[in-house]
């Protein structure tokens, strides 16, 4: 079947009419709404980091240590001072970054 038209309609760009640009722009607005709701969630979220908290990551015989206390623990942990005997350089940075004395 011979088309005599079918060669200029299919040179041409194609335009988009009145609904594919509606519909284009309602995306476009979806997805813009989208990001901005999740980076506000984003920034909002999560807990605040606080200042009693000992959070300590060691070498260990199989593998890493973690000493993650907060408020008394925290502080019966900076007060033992035998109780991480390999690590006390680490365990004294921590606490005092917590605001514990250690070791006594």
Do not use: N
Request: with cysteine.
């Amino acid at each position: 079947m011979i088309m005599p038209d079918q060669s200029r309609r299919s040179s041409r760009p194609r335009q988009l009419g009145r609904r594919e640009k509606t519909a284009l722009a309602v995306l476009i607005a979806c997805v813009v709404l989208a990001a901005i709701g999740l980076g506000a969630f984003a920034l909002t979220s999560g807990a605040p980091a606080r200042a009693d908290c000992i959070d300590l990551t060691f070498p260990s015989t199989l593998g890493a240590g973690e000493v993650h206390e907060c408020g008394l623990p925290a502080r019966r942990i900076c007060a033992s001072k035998d109780a991480y005997r390999g690590i006390t350089k680490e365990m004294r940075v921590a606490c005092r970054r917590a605001g514990f004395p250690y070791g006594g």
